[in-house]
Nanobody, 120 residues
Framework: QVQLVESGGGLVQAGGSLRLSCAASGSIFSINAMGWYRQAPGKQRELVAA???????NYADSVKGRFTISRDNAKNTVYLQMNSLKPEDTAVYYCNAKIPLTGWGDMDYWGQGTQVTVSS
């Protein structure tokens, strides 16, 4: 019933910028948090940035000062502004939403992933 649709990925040169967007749709009454994860070949999926409905944020140490997460709660949309991109940022980026379920905590919903490639 819930879908997350990402956009904004692509190929950029080192030092460039991209802005990712993720819109959640469906029967959503509330979202505790939304965020971005990434996964490179042969590596585990890792948290990049997350934001709660109240505006609290978390960032991976590797992206602090370069990436900024924001959200529009009315639109159930989260954004990731990525500046000063590095080749090590190359990965598939996945949007995530944590939606509370009565009786057993949050349920994770995932987008299909969008490729970000940074050339050196």
């Amino acid at each position: 019933q819930v879908q997350l649709v990402e956009s904004g990925g692509g190929l950029v040169q080192a030092g460039g910028s991209l802005r990712l967007s993720c819109a959640a749709s469906g029967s959503i009454f509330s979202i505790n948090a939304m965020g971005w994860y990434r996964q490179a070949p042969g590596k585990q999926r890792e948290l990049v940035a997350a934001i709660t409905s109240g505006g609290s944020t978390n960032y991976a140490d590797s992206v602090k000062g370069r990436f900024t997460i924001s959200r529009d709660n009315a639109k159930n949309t989260v954004y990731l502004q990525m500046n000063s991109l590095k080749p090590e940022d190359t990965a598939v980026y996945y949007c995530n939403a944590k939606i509370p379920l009565t009786g057993w905590g949050d349920m994770d919903y995932w987008g299909q992933g969008t490729q970000v490639t940074v050339s050196s």
